[in-house]
Each structure stands twice: as C-alpha cells, then as structure tokens.
C-alpha cells in the first residue's frame, strides 16, 4: 500500500517488483546449556547435536529460518529432536538456559547471553542467514536510494563475524 519505504527481512526476496541489499550476514551457532559436555569445544559438527534434545521457534514466525536450518541439518546427519517450539528468541534462549535443550541460533540473536548459556561455532556449517533491506523496485524517493547506496558501499564489509570462540562463550 505504500505506506513503507525500506523492509527489513529474512529470506529470498521472490517478487520482482522489489529490490534488496543485504544488511547483515551470521553464522549459524549452536546454543548450550554452560554445562553441557560440547560448550567446552571450540566447534561441534552439527552430527554431534543428535543426541540433545531441541528448542526452535514455531513455524509461524519462524518458517523461513526453520526451512533452511532443517535443510542444512538434514544434509549433514542431524535429525532434530524438536521437543518445544516458541514464538520468540528470548524464549529459546530461556529454555536453553533452563536445561530444556538446546537450539541452533543465528549469531546476531546471541550477543547478550544469559550466564547459564553458550553459543558454539558449527565447524560444518558455513551456510549465513542473510538479513536484507528490501524496497519496491520503482520507487523515487531519493531517501531510499541513498540508503540503497549506503548498503552497496557497505556489503564488502558484510562477511561473517570472526567472533574468537572466547567471545562467544563469555
């Protein structure tokens, strides 16, 4: 109805009215109880969470994401035992922290953790959720397309955090 100017969204962009530019790329990082025995590791392979049981977000608010981690588990031998889904990241965050299970979570969503909490790199997933500026492809609003010129210059410096494992974990 053209009452935004620029969206900010995850997923593929598959209408061909609109324009995107990526704003935020993350690894994917597994997301542990402290005192689990792979919070010590520096990084797991995604086989090595089969044996956890699972936290994720439902497939209402979560579709987009849940179709691509599924997918990249499934490729690499890991079978999710899902055994509660939420609406929310701070959600997901408290029942890990709980002991409920663990989860797998983009970095971004992993910056302030609760101290009960670790965040893992996946040695065997190298697959980023991109987070994008999406816009309609004919708009003439000069404000959006600076903004536009902004992210072009700035997508160079889009590549994955190089987060130390310390820095995940403290």
């Known amino acids: 109805d053209g009452m935004s100017d620029v969206g900010i ?3 593929p962009v598959a ?5 995107a530019l990526p704003v935020q790329r993350d690894r994917f990082l597994a997301v542990l109880p402290r005192d689990n025995p792979l919070s010590g590791q520096g990084a797991v392979d995604l086989k090595a969470l089969n044996d956890y049981p699972f936290v994720f977000g439902d497939n209402e608010a979560w579709s987009i994401y849940n179709a691509l981690l599924f997918t990249e588990c499934e490729a690499r031998g890991l079978t999710p035992e899902i055994i509660q889904v939420v609406p929310e990241s701070r959600a997901i965050l408290g029942l890990v922290a709980c002991g ?8 971004c969503l992993t910056r302030a953790l609760d101290p009960r909490v670790c965040a893992v790199p996946i040695a065997d997933l190298s697959t980023l959720m991109t987070t994008q500026a999406v816009w309609r492809a004919d708009t003439i609003n000069p404000v959006v397309a600076r ?10 410096r889009l590549a994955p955090r190089s987060a130390t494992r310390s820095s995940l974990k403290d």
């Open 9 to 11: 969204m995850t997923g």
């Open 15 to 19: 209408d061909g009215a609109l324009k």
């Open 100 to 107: 409920f299970g663990i989860s797998i979570l983009p970095e």
């Open 147 to 156: 903004f536009a010129s902004h992210l072009k210059s700035a997508d160079d």
